[in-house]
């Protein structure tokens, strides 16, 4: 006979194995609809496309020059330019939430006339924030040569948008006149990876020796702040997840991110503790800092905090019911992290994460404990792990 814990935890983890497949099958499913959707409005619309329109007003037809070049003509076949695009040959370079993929637009003085971003699933933040920084006027003007050449910073508040956009215009460049460009060093960039992998070791040092990590809190809260939330944005949310799930992991371009994700989920696993909430997430270290201000914490009965720590289960099952039907919008804006790209966040996350901050003053971390999808979703990986089952059965 099976002990309510056993049961519990069987439980426990069967509706996470099935939510997992569940909302995976789903994922891929719609992915897989909405591309052969897009492939049958390409074939019907090639020649009212947005990007042949808007560089070439006067186009009324295209020539496929193998697969090097798509020329541009006029109603009296005239060429007015031609355009490069970077998919398939960039396929596999990947900016925060998909593919990236750009065409670059020339004229007929072989000089760039301008760059888009065509059909993708990129967080709208992120690329909104990206177009709005002027990064596609970036090698305006400039001959194929002379772009490949161009020194392009990445745009701060959409890193990975903006350096997967980069590198999807150089290597296109670099395919079409046959050449590698020489990189120089990204000092800053490796400033900015190098921190936040050192926050990432410090944090396993105590996860590890929490009783020896007490008086370094505080050091390891304000940097993760700082590397991981601001400069790196490198924290797990629904969204990402949920991209992972439907499309695969970019190890390539994510390898950091993904190898935290990893950490978080395997580290409970075999310790039965939580790792990434408790000692990484920059979020929560900013609601633990700002509870820092104040001693004096609202006192919430007991009844109260049962219901509200119930608050987050909800909301994660919501989640996944909306994501099987397909209509959960911007996952981005069912959590505040994005804020700390808060150059690209829309409103509403601005507004969230500042009344989250500024409840924290006076309640202990309330969206790590009452309202935090992403920490659920963490919290029912660590109810999987063997120890409980272990533990639930009783000694003789």
Same mark, same amino acid.
């Given at each position: 006979m099976l002990s309510s814990r056993t049961f519990r935890y069987l439980l426990n983890l069967i509706l996470l194995l099935g939510g997992i497949i569940l909302v995976t099958g789903f994922a891929r499913a719609n992915k897989a609809g909405s591309e052969s959707k897009q492939i049958a409005a390409d074939t019907a619309l090639q020649a009212f496309s947005n990007e042949i329109t808007r560089f070439y007003p006067m186009a009324a037809g295209i020539v496929q020059e193998d697969s090097t070049r798509t020329i541009v003509m006029d109603a009296k076949a005239r060429q007015l330019g031609y355009l490069l695009y970077t998919s398939p040959y960039t396929d596999h370079v990947e900016g925060y939430n998909g593919p990236t993929p750009v065409v670059i637009a020339f004229g007929t003085d072989d000089r760039i006339l301008g760059t888009m971003l065509l059909e993708h699933d990129?967080? +709208?933040? #992120?690329?909104?924030?990206?177009?709005?920084?002027?990064?596609?006027?970036?090698?305006?003007?400039?001959?194929?040569?002379?772009?490949?050449?161009?020194?392009?910073?990445?745009?701060?508040?959409?890193?990975?948008?903006?350096?997967?956009?980069?590198?999807?215009?150089? $290597?296109?460049?670099?395919?079409?006149?046959?050449?590698?460009?020489?990189?120089?060093?990204?000092?800053?960039?490796?400033?900015?990876?190098?921190?936040?992998?050192?926050?990432?070791?410090?944090?396993?040092?105590? #996860? #590890?020796? +929490?009783?020896?990590? $007490?008086p370094f809190r505080l050091y390891l809260l304000a940097l993760s702040i700082v590397f991981l939330g601001f400069l790196k944005g490198t924290f797990l949310s629904l969204e990402g997840t949920y991209h992972w799930l439907s499309t695969g992991f970019p190890f390539a371009t994510q390898w950091l991110l993904i190898g935290l994700f990893a950490l978080?989920?395997?580290?409970?696993?075999?310790?039965n503790k939580p790792f990434y909430c408790r000692w990484v997430c920059p979020f929560g270290a900013a609601q633990e800092l700002m509870g820092k201000l104040s001693r004096r914490k609202v006192h919430i009965p007991p009844q109260w905090i049962k219901v509200l720590t119930s608050v987050r289960r909800y909301l994660l099952l919501l989640v996944v019911v909306l994501l099987i039907f397909n209509v959960a919008g911007d996952l981005s804006k069912w959590e505040p992290f994005a804020a700390f790209s808060f150059r690209s966040a829309s409103v509403w996350v601005l507004v969230l994460a500042g009344l989250i901050l500024l409840a924290s003053i006076f309640v202990q971390q309330p969206w790590c404990r009452f309202f935090c999808p992403t920490g659920q979703l963490l919290e029912s990986v660590r109810k999987c792990s063997p120890r409980n089952l272990r533990h639930s059965h009783p000694k003789n």
């Open positions: 990129e967080t +709208p933040s #992120f690329a909104r924030r990206v177009e709005k920084a002027g990064l596609y006027e970036s090698w305006n003007g400039k001959t194929a040569e002379e772009a490949l050449a161009e020194e392009v910073d990445a745009v701060s508040g959409a890193t990975y948008t903006s350096e997967a956009v980069i590198t999807c215009v150089q $290597k296109r460049l670099e395919i079409y006149i046959g050449q590698k460009k020489n990189k120089k060093a990204d000092v800053w960039g490796i400033v900015r990876t190098g921190g936040t992998i050192a926050v990432i070791l410090i944090a396993l040092v105590c #996860f #590890f020796s +929490p009783s020896k990590a $007490k978080a989920v395997l580290l409970p696993l075999i310790t």
